[in-house]
């Protein structure tokens, strides 16, 4: 959240348009009209729902995934909770329900069992040109889009920095105060018709976004930036905490708005034995100087995290910049 004022005033929990959305009859009528998703980007093969009204991701999770969510959930719940009534800035993408759904072949007798965790969609009443999924890391952090005809990688849609100030581009319009801001995902209104993916609908990683942005980091207002410093700082300490890894932060170019929609997804897997073991494995043959493998212990994660986040965006003072000089 980079404004709480002004997304508390715009947001749906303060318009008469939105109020509805947050009973509980309104909540299963959008699950009811869930259908199949193919969602770009993970590698873990889970299947994936999508509401038709655009509000909620339906993702199937294993039993272990849904063990470890249970084990944390008082943690989950009560830091949310720390967010929501001190203003504490966060991005991570709200679990808002998780479940196990039970079926029955009355014909073949057989009984089968699934577990289904409820996400909000973060781009929902977005206009999303190019999205990113970024973690930190280089090793296999690279999407090869389709090539055009003059051998270059083609556009996944949205706007295309060129020259110097390519990434100023991403400044938001001057809102009612006169300032510019880079919104998270708390600042979503509007119609699911409203949402627009990227043309091929491919979701980028993190050397996609190195090469997008001619390796230099995407500008950021001092507001902006402060705020999602502060929201990195939060979030991923409290993942460390509770012996998260393997989160990543999915960002947005709303391209109308010229802002980022951003949110820390696919935290619900504990630093395991079987995690332990994948590091052993990966680390195996690696050369001297090669590049860390991916899977490497919650506090280690951590601190890349935020390394990578302090390297991908940069604040750009403006005018209304304080330099606090006496």
Same mark, same amino acid.
């Given at each position: 959240?980079? =404004?709480?004022?002004?997304?508390?005033?715009?947001?749906?929990?303060?318009?008469?348009?939105?109020?509805?959305?947050?009973?509980?009859?309104?909540?299963?009528?959008?699950?009811?009209?869930?259908?199949?998703?193919?969602?770009?980007?993970?590698?873990?093969?889970?299947?994936?729902?999508?509401?038709? =009204?655009?509000?909620?991701?339906?993702?199937?999770?294993?039993?272990?995934?849904?063990?470890?969510?249970?084990?944390?959930?008082?943690?989950?719940?009560?830091?949310?909770?720390?967010?929501?009534?001190?203003?504490?800035?966060?991005?991570?993408?709200?679990?808002?329900?998780?479940?196990?759904?039970?079926?029955?072949?009355?014909?073949?007798?057989?009984?089968?069992?699934?577990?289904?965790?409820?996400?909000?969609?973060?781009?929902?009443?977005?206009?999303?040109?190019?999205?990113?999924?970024?973690?930190?890391?280089?090793?296999?952090?690279?999407?090869?889009?389709?090539? #055009?005809?003059? #051998?270059? #990688?083609?556009?996944?849609?949205?706007?295309?920095?060129?020259?110097?100030?390519?990434?100023?581009?991403?400044?938001?319009?001057?809102?009612?105060?006169?300032?510019?801001?880079?919104?998270?995902?708390?600042?979503?209104?509007?119609?699911?018709?409203?949402?627009?993916?990227?043309?091929?609908?491919?979701?980028?990683?993190?050397?996609?976004?190195?090469?997008?942005?001619?390796?230099?980091?995407?500008?950021?207002?001092?507001?902006?930036?402060?705020?999602?410093?502060?929201?990195?700082?939060?979030?991923?300490?409290?993942?460390?905490?509770?012996?998260?890894?393997?989160?990543?932060?999915?960002?947005?170019?709303?391209?109308?708005?010229?802002?980022?929609?951003?949110?820390?997804?696919?935290?619900?897997?504990?630093?395991?034995?079987?995690?332990?073991?994948?590091?052993?494995?990966?680390?195996?043959?690696?050369?001297?100087?090669?590049?860390?493998?991916?899977?490497?212990?919650?506090?280690?994660?951590?601190?890349?995290?935020?390394?990578?986040?302090?390297?991908?965006?940069?604040?750009?003072?403006?005018?209304?910049?304080?330099?606090?000089?006496?």
């Amino acid at each position: 959240r980079t =404004d709480a004022k002004a997304a508390q005033q715009r947001g749906p929990d303060n318009d008469e348009e939105y109020r509805h959305l947050d009973d509980d009859a309104s909540y299963v009528k959008s699950l009811a009209t869930s259908f199949s998703w193919a969602a770009n980007g993970g590698k873990s093969g889970a299947s994936f729902a999508k509401t038709a =009204d655009g509000r909620f991701v339906v993702k199937c999770i294993s039993r272990t995934e849904l063990q470890m969510f249970l084990d944390c959930a008082p943690a989950y719940f009560e830091y949310l909770s720390k967010a929501f009534f001190h203003n504490l800035p966060t991005v991570l993408c709200k679990i808002v329900g998780v479940y196990q759904i039970g079926y029955h072949n009355r014909v073949t007798g057989k009984r089968s069992m699934e577990q289904v965790a409820v996400m909000q969609d973060i781009f929902y009443g977005r206009k999303i040109g190019r999205i990113f999924d970024l973690k930190g890391s280089s090793r296999g952090r690279y999407v090869n889009v389709n090539k #055009g005809e003059d #051998g270059e #990688g083609s556009s996944a849609g949205g706007v295309t920095p060129s020259g110097d100030n390519a990434g100023n581009s991403f400044f938001s319009k001057e809102d009612g105060e006169g300032k510019p801001s880079t919104t998270s995902d708390d600042d979503k209104t509007g119609p699911a018709s409203d949402v627009r993916r990227s043309e091929t609908d491919t979701v980028l990683l993190d050397e996609n976004f190195l090469e997008f942005t001619s390796g230099r980091p995407l500008p950021l207002t001092d507001r902006a930036k402060a705020i999602f410093h502060m929201s990195i700082l939060n979030d991923t300490l409290f993942l460390s905490i509770i012996n998260i890894i393997d989160y990543s932060i999915l960002v947005g170019i709303d391209e109308d708005k010229h802002e980022l929609v951003v949110g820390i997804i696919d935290y619900m897997r504990q630093y395991d034995i079987i995690k332990q073991m994948e590091r052993v494995g990966k680390s195996v043959g690696m050369i001297a100087g090669a590049q860390q493998p991916t899977i490497i212990q919650p506090s280690l994660y951590k601190n890349r995290f935020q390394n990578a986040m302090e390297r991908y965006f940069t604040s750009v003072p403006n005018k209304w910049t304080s330099t606090d000089i006496d």
